[in-house]
C-alpha cells in the first residue's frame, strides 16, 4: 500500500511536466508550418514576377506585331484602294511605240460610254527623210485615223479593262519619193538605164473588227494589244505592193490581217 501511493504520487508530479513537453512541440510544429507556408508564399510571389515580367515583353512583342499589321493593312487598303479607282476609270490616253521604229507616232483617247462600253479614237503622223523600210524612198508623210467601239467580255472586271472585241472603221494616206531605175530605149543604138525619182501615194479606207485585252501593268500603266481582221478599200489607183507593211501597214486591196498595241494612262 505503501509503494502505490508513492508511484501515483510520482504519476501525479510527472504529469505536468509531460504536458509542458506536449505544448513545446507543438509550438515548435506550428512554427515550422508557418515557416513553410513562408517559402510557399515566396515560391508564389517570384512565379507571379516572372509571369509580370513575361507578361510585359508579350505585351510590348504583341503591341510591335500590332502595329506592324495594321501598318501593313493600311498600305494594302491604300493600293486596293487606288487599284479600284484606275480601274473605274473613264478616260484612257494611250500611245503606240511601234510607229516609233518607222518615223511614226500614234495616240489617242479611250472613253468609256457605258458599263462594258467604250469609244476609242487613234490618230497618227508619219515623217521620215530616210524611209530604209520602202527601197531608196525618202522623204515619206502619212497620216492615219482609227474609231473602234468596244464591248469588254469579262464581266469579273470593271470598267474598260479585260478582254474586249471591238468592230473598226479607219481612214489613211502615205505618200513618199522613190528613187528608181528606168530603161530608156529612145536610142536604140546606145540603150541604158537612168535613175528617175518617182512620188508615190497611196490612200485607203477599211472596215473589220478586234479581239484584244486591256490590263493595268507596273500599277499606273495600261497595256493593250489586240489583232483582228478588215477589208482594205483603195481610194486611188496606187499598186499595194510599194506601200504594204505585212500586219503593222497592210495597204493591199480586199481582206487583211492586222496587229497592233499600245500603252497609256488611266484617269
Known sequence: MKYLTAFISACMLSLPMLGQKSDS????LKKKQLELQIQELELKKQEFEMKKEEYVENKEERKERQAEYRKNKEKLKEQTDHLSKLMQS??????CPLPLF??????????RI????????MAGYYFNENVWYYRMAKNMHGGRINLQYRFYLDKTM???FGLYIAPEVGAKRIEYTQTIYEYDDNNPNDPYFRTVEVRREAVAAWAGFVLGTQEIIFKRITFDVHAG?????PLIDYESTHFTLPL????????QLKLALSVGVPF
Open 90 to 95: 473613264n478616260t484612257n490616253v494611250f500611245f
Open 229 to 233: 481582221a478588215n477589208v482594205m478599200i
Open 248 to 255: 503593222v501597214n497592210p495597204y493591199g486591196k480586199g481582206a
Open 158 to 160: 470593271p470598267g474598260i
Open 25 to 28: 512541440l507543438e509550438l515548435e
Open 102 to 111: 518607222v518615223g511614226g507616232m500614234e495616240g489617242g483617247v479611250e472613253k
Open 114 to 121: 457605258a458599263e462594258k462600253k467604250s469609244l476609242r479614237l
